[in-house]
């Protein structure tokens, strides 16, 4: 099985709300990350843990809050976000974080700030 | 710091034709490569990989990449195509030294005519 699972699949939410974006994975994988990924552009990367604990942070705006509760979820909080939030964000997970290793992707969240 | 380049944002090909997308890297050190798709309004898979060894690699529907260490170049090459080949393909390099991130080319869109 080689899946990650992502929910919700479309996600609408105003400038004042709050929601927060859910990922999961039961390979093992003991690395996992978030992208932020606009029409047409490759992915960027956003945020990666390994083990658990939050390895890279791509100076994100603190309105994009991570959080990793056990080796198999990840979750991203929203908070006051902005138009030009609005993406699909990919979450993803390897078996470490190695350069060499395989990053598995799940189908994203597409994300409409209003 | 390491890049990749796609030359080539958009390559229209009929149907049984042969393809090549264009993926050149630039890093000062040893290189992980790595070629993944993304079907419309999906997440990425990975098609194939170059880690060592054979420079010549291939993935299970028929796509086939070649690592020339030379030109730094890591095409892509189908020798027929289909319709169900139709996605965006990116280009991704990775390396032992730094923070071993996946960057990602701009992307190919490949469109198969019938």
């Known amino acids: 099985d080689t899946e990650v699972t992502q929910t919700p699949k479309h996600l609408v939410m105003g400038m004042t709300n709050k929601k927060s974006l859910k990922c999961e994975q039961h390979m093992g994988h003991r690395a996992m990350y978030w992208y932020k990924q606009k029409a047409k552009k490759p992915p960027e990367l956003m945020f990666v843990y390994s083990y658990e604990k939050l390895s890279i942070n791509e100076s994100v705006p603190s309105r994009f809050s991570p959080e990793c509760p056990n080796s198999s979820l990840l979750n991203l909080h929203l908070h006051a976000l902005q138009p030009e939030d609005s993406a699909l964000y990919l979450c993803a997970s390897s078996q470490t974080q190695g350069a060499q290793e395989t990053q598995y992707f799940g189908p994203g969240t597409r994300l409409l700030v209003l | 710091a390491q890049s990749v380049t796609q030359l080539d944002s958009q390559v229209p090909v009929f149907e049984e034709a042969p393809v090549e997308l264009r993926c050149n890297y630039s890093?000062?050190?040893?290189?992980?490569l790595f070629w993944y798709v993304q079907y419309p309004n999906q997440g990425l898979q990975l098609l194939l990989k170059?880690?060592?060894?054979?420079?010549l690699v291939e993935s299970i529907n028929g796509f086939e990449a070649e690592f020339n260490k030379s030109q730094t170049s890591f095409h892509l090459r189908k020798p027929s195509v289909h319709i169900s080949d139709t996605a965006e393909y990116f280009c991704?390099?990775?390396?032992?030294?730094?923070?071993?991130?996946?960057?990602f080319g701009t992307g190919t869109r490949l469109t198969i005519i019938p």
């Open positions: 890093s000062s050190v040893s290189v992980y």
């Open positions: 170059y880690l060592s060894g054979s420079t």
């Open positions: 991704a390099v990775s390396s032992n030294f730094g923070n071993e991130k996946l960057t």
